[in-house]
């Protein structure tokens, strides 16, 4: 796209694949579409919505010039356009995207593409511009500090914390958001603005006190390439903690965080974040997604964590390859995992009860020091109880071998890490497994998948979704 003379064009937004916004020098904003590979360099903004926001709709109405009284009336979403779009001019930008004016939320179509496709916008932006509407300063300080002219962008990287109070940057609301975890982890350069559009600098910058409010380590905050390294038990901590004002956007958020789409469907409430899981069970073979063990707001006998809160208490779970697995799959009658035992052992069990319990341990293991020295620490287990079905022991005559006729699982319990498993027997002769964990959990079960021995048969066994 060419421009003549002043009509060289100043910034304004891309979006949908994508919708565009273009300030030229007379503050005239323009609507444009890009698709595929014809989208121009552009920036993109992240931010927590006010009351009246300009909304696609609000923009298309009338005039798009932002001094137009019609549309300003003190309103701050205006005042964010328009900030914005000065910062990307000064930094030779010609375009930017705001999901408040770029996307026709009034389309479903278009709301599941823009959500579906959000981390990719994020990730390939040249710059990502953070607004906070809850962090002040001294903005005549801030230019006396650096001799800075009127509107000229400040780094506080350069002048110190003196103007604005780092625990008010810790605490911002900004940090407490579902979208906002993609939206500072995706792009590769992140600056953050003062309510009164001042810089306070980069991400790089602020990666310590960014990492304070987030908990994110300071390699995924500072490589975005590093983010899907990471274990999906680290990554849905990274969110456990944050809100959304609609249930269903606690896993929509997340979509690109583990490279996953699926439809949106507003009102299935927390049954999204189930869905979210078996998506990531479909691409991933990272156990560590059954490695919760935090409390929840629902009620739970499945294998899926109930809810995102599951995941805030889990410690540095990475994975570790000790257990010779099948794939695992989601099936009509739930998660389908083959289970390693030992064939004597488990007749034995089921001759004496109906009741079997299994300690499956996990491939996943928790590190002593986060991202240092590969320091190994406890392997992590499911303490599973399988029932014996009515018909018990039946013998399959085309396997030539004795396999279990198992029921459903009936109870789940987390064994949140392994730290030692002992063998022992009980007055009768008995032989069974005590299982004590490093935050004191203890369990008891009869086998421990998996089984090494020649006389090992795979059960497969299925466990329930939750849902």
Same mark, same amino acid.
């Given at each position: 796209m060419e421009f003549e003379g002043q009509r060289r064009p100043g910034p304004l937004w891309c979006g949908r694949s994508a919708y565009s916004f273009q300030q030229e020098w007379d503050s005239e904003f323009v609507l444009e579409e890009f698709i595929g590979s014809n989208i121009p360099k552009y920036a993109i903004i992240s931010h927590r919505w006010s009351n009246n926001e300009a909304s696609y709709q609000t923009f298309e109405k009338g005039s798009k010039t932002i001094g137009n009284s019609q549309y300003q009336n003190g309103s701050y979403g205006w005042d964010k356009i328009d900030a914005a779009c000065q910062i990307a001019r000064s930094r030779e930008l010609d375009w930017l995207w705001?999901?408040?004016?770029?996307?026709?939320?009034?389309?479903?179509?278009?709301?599941?593409?823009?959500? @579906?496709?959000?981390?990719n916008w994020y990730q390939r932006a040249e710059e990502c511009y953070v607004l906070l509407p809850d962090v002040a300063d001294d903005t005549a300080a801030f230019r006396r500090a650096a001799h800075a002219e009127e509107g000229t962008v400040v780094n506080a990287a350069k002048i110190g914390y003196e103007m604005w109070d780092p625990q008010d940057f810790i605490k911002s609301t900004w940090f407490t958001r579902a979208w906002t975890v993609?939206? /500072?982890?995706? #792009?590769?350069?992140? =600056?953050?603005?003062?309510?009164?559009?001042n810089c306070l600098g980069s991400k790089m910058d602020l990666q310590d006190l960014i990492s304070d409010a987030t908990k994110v380590p300071l390699i995924f905050i500072t490589q975005n390439d590093m983010i899907h390294r990471a274990s999906v038990a680290e990554r849905m901590k990274w969110a456990s903690r944050r809100q959304a004002t609609r249930e269903e956007d606690l896993a929509y958020s997340m979509l690109g965080?583990?490279?996953? @789409?699926?439809?949106? =469907?507003?009102?299935?409430? @927390?049954?999204?974040? /189930? *869905?979210?899981?078996?998506e990531i069970i479909r691409t991933s073979d990272d156990e560590t997604i059954f490695g919760w063990s935090g409390k929840s707001h629902y009620n739970?006998?499945? &294998?899926?964590?109930? $809810?995102?809160?599951?995941?805030?208490?889990?410690?540095?779970? *990475? *994975?570790?390859?000790?257990? #010779?697995?099948?794939?695992?799959?989601?099936? @009509?009658?739930?998660?389908?995992?083959?289970?390693?035992? !030992?064939r004597p052992q488990l007749e034995q069990a089921f001759a004496k009860s109906g009741e079997v319990r299994v300690l499956m341990l996990l491939n996943c293991a928790d590190y002593l020091h986060a991202y240092g020295p590969r320091e190994e620490g406890s392997s992590f287990g499911?303490?599973?109880?399988?029932? !014996? $079905?009515? !018909?018990?022991?039946?013998?399959?005559?085309? &396997?030539?071998?004795?396999? #279990?006729? /198992?029921? $459903? *699982?009936?109870? /789940? !319990?987390?064994?949140?890490?392994?730290?030692?498993?002992?063998?022992?027997?009980?007055?009768?002769?008995?032989?069974?497994?005590v299982v004590r964990g490093n935050d004191g959990s203890m369990g008891f079960c009869d086998l421990v998948s998996p089984a090494t021995e020649e006389d090992a048969i795979n059960v497969p066994v299925y466990f329930s979704t939750g849902w």
């Open positions: 705001i999901d408040t004016c770029c996307i026709d939320k009034k389309s479903s179509a278009e709301l599941s593409e823009a959500i @579906n496709s959000m981390f993609q939206e /500072l982890l995706a #792009p590769s350069r992140v =600056l953050f603005y003062t309510t009164d559009f965080l583990f490279g996953v @789409n699926m439809p949106l =469907l507003y009102g299935e409430g @927390n049954k999204a974040f /189930l *869905r979210l899981q078996t739970t006998n499945g &294998l899926l964590a109930p $809810d995102i809160a599951a995941f805030s208490t889990v410690s540095d779970i *990475r *994975r570790h390859y000790v257990v #010779p697995r099948q794939h695992y799959e989601v099936t @009509n009658k739930g998660i389908r995992i083959t289970l390693p035992l !030992r499911i303490l599973v109880i399988l029932r !014996r $079905d009515t !018909r018990g022991l039946h013998r399959d005559s085309r &396997l030539r071998q004795m396999q #279990p006729a /198992l029921g $459903d *699982r009936i109870s /789940l !319990r987390p064994i949140k890490s392994v730290k030692s498993i002992a063998e022992t027997a009980n007055e009768s002769g008995d032989t069974y497994y």
